[in-house]
């Protein structure tokens, strides 16, 4: 399935409107204000504290969500919850134009799901745009005679896009700057708990993730942002040629970097599966530039491509209702 997924993703990059932005022979010189982050993501963490990179329980924290590729699922969970086969009528699927569609909510499907928000994808000549706002799902929890409703909700912009699609190393980018509002419940007590998840950020892949298969080549991932959350803050992410090669280690990254900071602490992660593919997923890691050891569990590739550690619960979320739809 996630092979599917990653696969319709790819062919919706190749789908995008082809030609050149006119040339007007003018050097156009950026504006410093439109160089600046701008969107909910950016807003939400401007409202966090700063997350702490003291010791290795933290490094491993913001290890397993910070590096590129697990950022790129950050790209796929919206996505996932509109994916599949649904009853046609609820949420409601519009084509505005030939190049923009749209999805809105408001409504509950066949399956007792309640659709809330809605989502917008629109081609252009530098990429598919997807616009979120409050797009996701509401669902009732029942727990102990108790009933609770757990929510999902993304809010922000994804923008996809690729240079050389036909060929055989083709450069994906994608640029996020999304919120995600998560309420979950005990399974117990049904007492609600909410977070609140954000992201800027701006990657690209060498190589492509679609094929999701363990015969799959290698992927070169760089990116830089910010990540966060309401309960552990945020910090300042960068991944540096990262290389995933499941031929190579299909546990672990292969070689590369990913740069952790956040106030005067900087932590600095190093892939070693080329020389060192162990099971139990382990990296070097260096704390303010002193080496540190290892750290285990830092798995970014199950099979060449992201898995969805910390980003999971919206996205296992998602592949979850998808599958109560096909089996109807």
Same mark, same amino acid.
């Given at each position: 399935?996630?092979?599917?997924?990653?696969?319709?993703?790819?062919?919706?990059?190749?789908?995008?409107?082809?030609?050149?932005?006119?040339?007007?022979?003018?050097?156009?010189?950026?504006?410093?204000?439109?160089?600046?982050?701008k969107?909910?993501?950016?807003d939400?963490?401007n409202?966090?504290?700063?997350?702490?990179?003291?010791?290795?329980?933290?490094?491993?924290?913001?290890?397993?969500?910070?590096?590129?590729?697990?950022?790129?699922?950050?790209?796929?969970?919206?996505?996932?919850?509109?994916a599949?086969?649904?009853?046609?009528?609820?949420?409601?699927?519009?084509?505005?134009?030939?190049?923009?569609?749209?999805?809105?909510?408001?409504? %509950?499907?066949?399956?007792?799901? *309640?659709? &809330?928000?809605?989502?917008? +994808?629109?081609?252009?000549? /530098? =990429?598919l #745009? $997807?616009t979120?706002?409050?797009?996701?799902?509401?669902?009732?929890r029942?727990?102990?005679?108790?009933?609770?409703?757990?929510?999902?909700?993304f809010?922000?912009?994804?923008?996809?896009?690729?240079?050389?699609?036909?060929?055989?190393?083709?450069?994906?980018?994608? %640029?996020?700057?999304?919120?995600? *509002?998560? &309420?979950?419940?005990?399974? +117990?007590?049904c007492?609600? /708990? =909410?977070? #609140? $998840?954000?992201?800027?950020?701006?990657?690209?892949?060498?190589?492509?993730?679609?094929?999701?298969?363990?015969?799959?080549?290698?992927?070169?991932?760089?990116?830089?942002?910010?990540?966060?959350?309401?309960?552990?803050?945020?910090?300042?992410?960068?991944?540096?040629?990262?290389?995933?090669?499941?031929?190579?280690?299909?546990?672990?990254?292969?070689?590369?970097?990913?740069?952790?900071?956040?106030?005067?602490?900087?932590?600095?992660?190093?892939?070693?599966?080329?020389?060192?593919c162990?099971?139990?997923?382990?990296?070097?890691?260096?704390?303010?530039?002193?080496?540190?050891?290892?750290?285990?569990?830092?798995?970014?590739?199950?099979?060449?491509?992201?898995?969805?550690?910390?980003?999971g619960?919206?996205?296992?979320?998602?592949?979850?209702?998808?599958?109560?739809?096909?089996?109807?």
């Amino acid at each position: 399935m996630r092979s599917r997924l990653f696969s319709l993703l790819a062919m919706s990059w190749l789908c995008v409107a082809c030609g050149d932005p006119e040339e007007t022979g003018e050097e156009q010189k950026p504006n410093p204000e439109d160089t600046q982050p701008k969107g909910p993501g950016t807003d939400a963490m401007n409202g966090f504290q700063k997350g702490s990179l003291a010791n290795a329980e933290d490094a491993a924290y913001w290890a397993r969500m910070g590096s590129a590729p697990n950022i790129y699922v950050v790209t796929l969970g919206p996505s996932l919850l509109n994916a599949g086969d649904a009853d046609g009528t609820c949420p409601v699927k519009t084509t505005v134009d030939e190049l923009t569609k749209r999805v809105v909510g408001n409504c %509950t499907d066949k399956d007792g799901v *309640e659709w &809330v928000g809605s989502a917008e +994808e629109k081609s252009s000549f /530098t =990429g598919l #745009t $997807t616009t979120y706002s409050g797009f996701g799902t509401v669902q009732n929890r029942v727990c102990e005679g108790k009933t609770a409703k757990e929510r999902t909700a993304f809010t922000g912009t994804v923008v996809m896009g690729i240079t050389g699609p036909t060929s055989a190393t083709p450069t994906q980018t994608f %640029t996020v700057n999304l919120v995600l *509002e998560k &309420v979950a419940a005990d399974s +117990e007590t049904c007492t609600e /708990t =909410g977070l #609140t $998840t954000a992201v800027e950020y701006k990657g690209s892949v060498v190589g492509s993730p679609s094929s999701g298969t363990s015969e799959s080549g290698p992927t070169t991932w760089n990116g830089a942002g910010r990540i966060g959350t309401s309960k552990a803050g945020f910090i300042s992410v960068e991944t540096k040629d990262e290389v995933m090669n499941s031929k190579v280690c299909s546990g672990e990254a292969a070689s590369g970097k990913t740069l952790l900071s956040s106030d005067k602490n900087a932590v600095e992660i190093t892939y070693d599966g080329a020389t060192d593919c162990a099971d139990s997923s382990t990296v070097q890691w260096s704390l303010n530039g002193a080496a540190q050891g290892k750290l285990e569990g830092i798995m970014c590739s199950a099979a060449n491509g992201p898995t969805a550690a910390f980003w999971g619960a919206a996205l296992f979320g998602a592949l979850g209702l998808m599958r109560r739809r096909a089996r109807n």
